[in-house]
């Protein structure tokens, strides 16, 4: 019998033909952006309207957190998508330098994730926790129409003649002794006291700026004034509070005042009397800066108090007839 060979029918020929059209159809598609080839004709097709939309089709859709999710600079942070540029400077730190953002070209990685800026070496160190007293002292313990007369640096010369004069008008006071001084003058101490007056530390040496001194230093001259005083006054006394010499606090001494049981002492009226600008400066710059319940900065120690004695000669009346009583600091 005579046979003849069996050719491959046409719709087979055509059907690896067309799949090959097809996978080359693909691959142009891919590369050129387009939709896959889905005709039989193996014609490209446009990009679908999904596509255009901006609408995700499910084969496009990436599960968040890939590389594909943009990221978001968070404010206030250093992450910053490459190629965004550098931020605007922030409206509350102006004068900030701007730090340079993780690029290719500086040689930094780039990482999809923020992390948090590295610190600054040239920024100051944060401040302690402030466990102090948290407040400095400015007006009396009553309120209303009253009035704190405190005097720094003493004993010294002057206050006995100040005591004189506040026993004339009923006035009470605070005193806000070095402690060298209380410790070289405790008869002084003694009659304050029992002229019904109260103390007040004021550091062995009156160091400034005393917000300067280390811990150690500062503690020295807070805790040993007040054991300077306490035993220049004897059996009973009482030291309230703690002013720093020029007003220095912080919150390390604040928080030493506190640990001994004092209050941080300031204050609201502030003559200069130290500096002797003459007495009639010292009455005016009372009388125009006390507000009710104030708390009145003057001198008994340091140095020549004559201008203050006169002063209060004047003051003292003038205080009783606007209507002031006289008050101790709050605490």
Same mark, same amino acid.
Request: positive net charge; charged residues 15%; hydrophobic residues 40%.
């Given at each position: ?9 046409? &719709? ?17 598609? !891919? ?15 446009? $990009?679908?309207?999904? !596509? %255009? ?6 084969? #496009? ?8 999710? *943009?990221?978001?600079?968070? $404010?206030?942070?250093? !992450? ?10 922030? &409206?509350?730190?102006?004068? =900030? ?12 990685? /780039? ?6 800026? *590295?610190?600054? &070496? ?8 402030? %466990? ?30 100040? /005591? ?9 006071? %605070? ?10 003058? &405790? ?6 006291? *029992? ?5 007040? #530390? +004021?550091?062995?040496?009156? $160091? @400034? ?15 040993? =004034?007040?054991?300077?005083? /306490? ?13 720093? $010499? ?8 604040? +928080? ?28 005016? *710059?009372? @009388?125009?800066? /006390? ?7 003057? +001198?008994?120690?340091?140095? #020549?108090?004559?201008? %203050? ?17 006289? #008050?101790?600091?709050?605490?």
């Amino acid at each position: 019998m005579h046979r003849t060979a069996r050719r491959p029918s046409a &719709p087979n020929r055509l059907s690896r033909s067309r799949r090959r059209l097809l996978a080359g159809c693909a691959a142009v598609a !891919a590369a050129l952006g387009l939709a896959a080839c889905g005709t039989a004709s193996g014609a490209l097709q446009p $990009p679908s309207a999904a !596509a %255009t939309s901006g609408t995700p089709s499910p084969a #496009d859709a990436r599960p968040s957190g890939t590389a594909a999710t *943009a990221l978001t600079p968070t $404010p206030g942070s250093d !992450a910053v998508p490459p190629g965004a540029g550098s931020p605007a400077a922030s &409206p509350s730190s102006p004068s =900030a330098p701007a730090k340079p953002h993780p690029t290719a070209a500086t040689g930094t990685p /780039l990482s999809a994730t923020p992390t948090a800026p *590295a610190a600054d &070496p040239s920024s100051p160190a944060a401040p302690p926790p402030h %466990t102090g007293a948290g407040t400095v002292i400015g007006s009396t313990a009553s309120g209303g129409r009253t009035v704190a007369l405190t005097f720094d640096d003493g004993p010294g010369p002057a206050t006995g003649q100040v /005591l004189d004069l506040l026993a004339q008008y009923h006035a009470k006071a %605070t005193f806000c002794q070095i402690g060298q001084n209380a410790a070289a003058n &405790p008869a002084t101490v003694k009659r304050i006291l *029992a002229a019904g007056h109260r103390l007040c #530390d +004021h550091s062995v040496h009156h $160091p @400034q700026p005393f917000a300067k001194l280390p811990h150690d230093k500062a503690a020295y001259e807070i805790t040993a =004034a007040r054991n300077m005083i /306490l035993q220049a006054g004897g059996p009973g006394t009482e030291v309230g509070w703690f002013r720093a $010499p020029g007003g220095g606090f912080n919150a390390d001494n604040e +928080h030493i005042t506190a640990s001994l049981g004092m209050s941080s002492l300031g204050w609201s009226v502030d003559p200069r009397d130290w500096a002797r600008p003459g007495t009639p400066a010292i009455v005016s *710059a009372v @009388q125009k800066q /006390l507000k009710p319940g104030g708390v009145v900065l003057m +001198h008994d120690g340091g140095g #020549d108090r004559g201008q %203050t004695v006169a002063a209060l000669k004047q003051l003292l009346p003038w205080l009783v007839a606007q209507g002031y009583t006289f #008050d101790f600091p709050a605490a």
